[in-house]
T-cell receptor, first 113, second 113 residues
Framework: DAGVIQSPRHEVTEMGQEVTLRCKPISGHNSLFWYRQTMMRGLELLIYFNNNVPIDDSGMPEDRFSAKMPNASFSTLKIQPSEPRDSAVYFC???????????FGPGTRLTVL | DQQVKQNSPSLSVQEGRISILNCDYTNSMFDYFLWYKKYPAEGPTFLISISSIKDKNEDGRFTVFLNKSAKHLSLHIVPSQPGDSAVYFCAASELAGTYKYIFGTGTRLKVLA
């Protein structure tokens, strides 16, 4: 099993640009999570999907952030427009369902200049 | 406000000795706690968990202790090995098995050979 796949692994962009992060969950997993990791706040849950439907987006910081899951094998997290304070590592995780262990991808390190 | 706090950003331990990583929480509703381990350029992986009905859970070299009255938990690694060098995240949730984990900021453990 390839595990959770994220792309790109690194992204450097300029303030104001649109950024799209991608995630392929483990096949057969019905739950998908997006997290953000910063030194100050640790790992924060941004949004949770179950069966491709967003269930909890209370962690999304503001309207500049949006996430979609068009099918069971793909999800995106978009930031538009990006700001320097969005610089962080963004992780995608998946699990069989919301009650099971979450498996994390390797993360995308985002730098907004 | 951080509900889960890991006040030591880093810790160095000699190989073969005990490593003790600490975590404090403020929310008395938390009743399930987890430790995740993260190597560089990889996502966090689940290590060990404990329910609030227990005060100790052991898995090989790893033991987690929970002190509910002090709202404190700790992870003991005995004996420590160089391969244990990683960032360790403490996490908590209000219900066992729920998806909503609140993570700490992590402690970087370095085990010296």
């Amino acid at each position: 099993d390839a595990g959770v796949i994220q792309s790109p692994r690194h992204e450097v962009t300029e303030m104001g640009q649109e950024v799209t992060l991608r995630c392929k969950p483990i096949s057969g997993h019905n739950s998908l999570f997006w997290y953000r990791q910063t030194m100050m706040r640790g790992l924060e849950l941004l949004i949770y999907f179950n069966n491709n439907v967003p269930i909890d987006d209370s962690g999304m910081p503001e309207d500049r952030f949006s996430a979609k899951m068009p099918n069971a094998s793909f999800s995106t997290l978009k930031i538009q427009p990006s700001e320097p304070r969005d610089s962080a590592v963004y992780f995608c995780a998946s699990s069989l369902n919301e009650y099971n262990e979450q498996f994390f991808g390797p993360g995308t390190r985002l730098t907004v200049l | 406000d951080q509900q889960v706090k890991q006040n030591s950003p880093s810790l160095s331990v000699q190989e073969g000795r005990i490593s003790i990583l600490n975590c404090d929480y403020t929310n008395s509703m938390f009743d399930y706690f987890l430790w995740y381990k993260k190597y560089p350029a990889e996502g966090p992986t689940f290590l060990i968990s404990i329910s609030s009905i227990k005060d100790k859970n052991e898995d090989g070299r790893f033991t987690v202790f929970l002190n509910k009255s002090a709202k404190h938990l700790s992870l003991h690694i005995v004996p420590s090995q160089p391969g244990d060098s990683a960032v360790y995240f403490c996490a908590a949730s209000e219900l066992a098995g729920t998806y909503k984990y609140i993570f700490g900021t992590g402690t970087r453990l370095k085990v010296l050979a």
